[in-house]
């Protein structure tokens, strides 16, 4: 059973930089069959795409958050990390890693990170 | 970008009732990459559909999804319980990816 788990600070100030890992158990990131994803989801509200990348370091963003993001992977440890810069109030939001072999079918629980001062 | 517009925004619904959700696109998705998900308090999604009409493992078959183009719907013949959530639609054929904006399913 493929396993995803969040990690990070919760709570990160304006104008810095938002750093999350997911952890993959069960399953190798290496294997090629799935790309790995971070979505994210507004108080209450629904859910935006941020982007995903392959195993060989590949990545894709929405372009409404390109300019500021980047994900990385590292399959030695069967992870890969979110980095968001210049972050704003309108960050706050829980971020969930996923994988995804067209639709994301294995998803982490979330972490929910407030920007604040 | 393809916008997801999901109706109706709430479904109130009584348990063993039918429930007809739809979700149309602002232009036609991709080979039908769309798939829909389920959301629990406090849970992350859990995918139900992916290519419009295929159950995800471990579904039941009182979940089925039908549409192609810009069209889609996702029906619960009979509703559980447990079914009582909010329910996503999410089109993948398209960068970027976008979702719909729910539609919440509650306990008439």
């Known amino acids: 059973q493929v396993q995803l788990q969040e990690s990070g600070p919760g709570l990160v100030k304006p104008s810095q930089t938002l750093s999350l890992t997911c952890t993959v158990s069960?399953?190798?990131?290496?294997?090629?069959?799935?790309?790995w994803s971070w979505i994210r989801q507004h108080p209450g509200k629904g859910l935006e795409w941020i982007g995903y990348i392959f195993y060989s370091g590949n990545a894709y963003y929405n372009p409404s958050l390109e300019s500021r993001v980047t994900i990385s992977v590292d399959t030695s440890k069967n992870q890969f990390s979110l980095e968001l810069t210049s972050v704003t109030a309108a960050d706050t939001a829980v971020y969930y890693c996923?994988?995804?072999?067209?639709?994301?079918?294995?998803w982490g629980q979330g972490t929910l990170v407030t920007v604040s001062s | 970008e393809v916008v997801l517009t999901q109706s109706p925004g709430t479904l109130s619904l009584s348990p063993g009732e039918r429930a007809t959700l739809s979700c149309r696109a602002s232009?036609?998705?991709?080979?039908?990459?769309l798939a829909w998900y389920q959301q629990k308090p406090g849970q992350a999604p859990r995918l139900l559909i992916q290519?419009?009409?295929n159950r995800a493992t471990g579904i039941p078959d009182r979940f089925s999804g039908s549409g192609s183009g810009t069209d889609f719907t996702l029906t619960i013949s009979r509703l559980e319980p447990e079914d009582f959530a909010v329910y996503y639609c999410?089109?993948?054929?398209?960068?970027?990816?976008?979702f719909g904006p729910g539609t919440k399913v509650d306990i008439k």
């Open positions: 232009q036609s998705v991709y080979n039908s990459y």
């Open positions: 999410h089109q993948y054929g398209n960068s970027p990816e976008t």
């Open positions: 290519g419009a009409s």
């Open positions: 069960g399953g190798s990131i290496s294997s090629g069959a799935y790309y």
């Open positions: 996923a994988r995804v072999g067209g639709a994301a079918d294995y």
